[in-house]
């Protein structure tokens, strides 16, 4: 946190001494100078447009976040401004969680990647997560508000929104683009002959077959104890709340359009700050990497039955599909001192029923 404020006192925006983090009455371009701050150590030029020239050794992406994430703790912290986006209007909530700054690290993320260094996936979101998720939006004072307030960032209609968003993308294994672009008549929720609820979600086109022709996700509705991953129960409330029966599934708060992937992927970050989860290990990508392995580790898919539900290809030549089981940057599944703990207590597995270390 030291070095923000060094920053600050190097461009004269803060005299020697001070501690931005408790400054009571922040300038509303706080946010832009958390910008620069990142931008002079992992970007090829700084805030003012001057490049740093070769011989300055750039940063990398990783290092980015945990600068931002310094800043974040920061605000939260020692000023006390908890986990809301910042408004430059009122000046009020953590200048580190606004959409300049979001934006920001989107577009270094990708120049980072352009210029070769290695691109670290979204970390999986996994059903515990999920279920945190479900119960914390489920809440009535957060389920059924209808006003913003400094304590809490969104409505309920918007939790509705979220819930069916991750649910869908989680089970479907699908792009965030794809199911924002979700139109009314792709959609069909009905009742099978055992009265069972289901719903069938038929894509135009996506990125390996752009001519269409792709077979459809048909879901049924998921027994109670697994209510917290039930893609037609999150998306009936949605409708039932939202209306929607023609054009866009998930518009943007002005009706007009669907929202962007940056706009989702920070209210998405805003529901795990409520959980106290850092989010920025967190990506739009988080949702069909976690049900990739949902699949693979709890529901035990083989790898061809995970690759035809989500549409890859079943030439597992190159095994594309293994960078969605497997990342570094995972919550681990064990400890490194329990490997080898024969007697260590598992959890009972709720598609066998077995207990067992291999369940």
Not at 119 to 143: C, F, M, Q, V
């Amino acid at each position: 946190m030291s070095a923000f404020n060094d920053f600050l006192v190097e461009e004269s925006i803060i005299q020697p001494g001070t501690n931005i983090f408790t400054v009571q009455k922040l300038d509303p371009n706080i946010d832009y100078y958390i910008v620069g701050f990142i931008m002079k150590q992992c970007d090829d030029i700084d805030m003012h447009g001057i490049s740093r020239g070769p011989n300055n050794a750039q940063k990398s992406y990783s290092n980015a976040t945990k600068l931002r994430a310094g800043t974040t703790y920061g605000f939260r912290k020692s000023g006390r401004r908890g986990k809301v986006p910042w408004s430059r209007a009122t000046a009020l909530g953590n200048p580190s969680i606004s959409d300049l700054v979001s934006s920001y690290m989107l577009g270094l993320h990708k120049r980072k990647v352009t210029k070769g260094e290695t691109s670290t996936s979204a970390r999986a979101i996994g059903p515990d997560t999920l279920r945190r998720l479900y119960e914390h939006n489920h809440k009535p004072e957060n389920w059924n508000n209808e006003h913003l307030s400094q304590g809490n960032w969104c409505g309920g209609n918007t939790r509705r929104l979220l819930q069916a968003v991750y649910l869908i993308a989680f089970t479907c294994l699908l792009r965030i683009d794809e199911v924002l672009n979700l139109q009314a008549h792709e959609v069909d929720v009905y009742d099978n002959k055992d009265d069972i609820g289901c719903m069938s979600i038929t894509l135009p086109f996506r990125k390996n077959a752009p001519v269409g022709g792709i077979p459809p996700f048909v879901l049924q509705e998921l027994p109670e104890q697994m209510a917290h991953l039930c893609p037609v129960r999150a998306f009936s409330a949605w409708i039932s709340a939202s209306r929607i029966n023609k054009g866009n599934l998930f518009p943007n708060i002005d009706k007009r359009d669907r929202p962007k992937a940056e706009v989702f992927l920070q209210l998405f970050q805003n529901n795990l700050w409520n959980l106290d989860i850092i989010p920025y290990p967190y990506g739009t990508h988080s949702f069909r990497r976690g049900g990739c392995q949902w699949f693979a580790c709890e529901l035990r898919w083989s790898i061809r039955q995970i690759c035809e539900w989500g549409g890859w290809s079943t030439d597992f030549s190159h095994l594309t599909i293994v960078k969605y089981l497997i990342s570094a940057n995972d919550t681990p599944t064990l400890r490194r001192d329990e490997f080898f703990k024969l007697d260590r207590q598992v959890v009972k597995c709720m598609t066998c029923g077995r207990t067992c270390p291999c369940a």
